[in-house]
Each structure stands twice: as structure tokens, then as C-alpha cells.
Nanobody, 115 residues
Framework: QVQLVESGGGLVQPGGSLRLSCAAS????????MGWYRQAPGKQRELVARITSSDSTNYVDSVKGRFTISRDNAKNTVYLQMNSLKPEDTAVYYC?????????WGQGTQVTVSS
């Protein structure tokens, strides 16, 4: 069993930065592919960024060059550094840990980009 707790969300002006953190409980954190997803009002949840157990990463096109995902296996934590934020980045951001066929989700953290 893995529990995920996100933090770091909040209100930021366009062009600003935030860093989200997701702390995982339980053992064997390093074997999971960790992902950040987001869901805006009235929209489907979408994958934002993902990092595998071998540190391979991928991003949705809309955040490439602005967001960076990273992990610290010693701290059981995955991060999402978000720069040059835009109003369209406003959403609830969720942390995900996956290793087929198991899938865990955090409770989400709100990110609001507005002037």
C-alpha cells in the first residue's frame, strides 16, 4: 500500500512559478513510475508529466520547456517544478504512483494562475 500526499499548490500570477511535492509512504518507492496529472473544471484528467523508475521522463506538449518532473528516492518524494505559469495551467494537480497492475492517487492540490 502506498499513500501519496501532495503539497505546494496555491495562487500565483501569470509568469510565476510553483513547485509541487508529493510525499509517498510505504516501501519500494523507487520501483514506481510517478506521474503528475491535472484536472480543470469541466475537463478530463490529463497526464502532465511522468518519470519512470529509471528516470526517463515525458511531458504533455503544453508544458514542455516550462515544467520539470524529478524524484528523490531517498526522500520518497516526486516534484513538479512549474515555471512560466499560464492561466490555462489552473487545475487540481494529482500525484500518481503506478506499477502494473497497481495504481495509487493522492488527494490533489489546487493550482490557480490568475492576476
Amino acid at each position: 500500500q502506498v499513500q501519496l500526499v501532495e503539497s505546494g499548490g496555491g495562487l500565483v500570477q501569470p509568469g510565476g512559478s510553483l513547485r509541487l511535492s508529493c510525499a509517498a509512504s510505504g516501501s519500494r518507492f523507487s520501483i514506481y513510475t510517478m506521474g503528475w496529472y491535472r484536472q480543470a473544471p469541466g475537463k478530463q484528467r490529463e497526464l502532465v508529466a511522468r518519470i519512470t523508475s529509471s528516470d526517463s521522463t515525458n511531458y504533455v506538449d503544453s508544458v514542455k520547456g516550462r515544467f520539470t518532473i524529478s524524484r528523490d528516492n531517498a526522500k520518497n518524494t516526486v516534484y513538479l517544478q512549474m515555471n512560466s505559469l499560464k492561466p490555462e495551467d489552473t487545475a487540481v494537480y494529482y500525484c500518481n504512483a503506478a506499477r502494473w497492475p497497481i495504481d495509487y492517487w493522492g488527494q490533489g492540490t489546487q493550482v490557480t494562475v490568475s492576476s
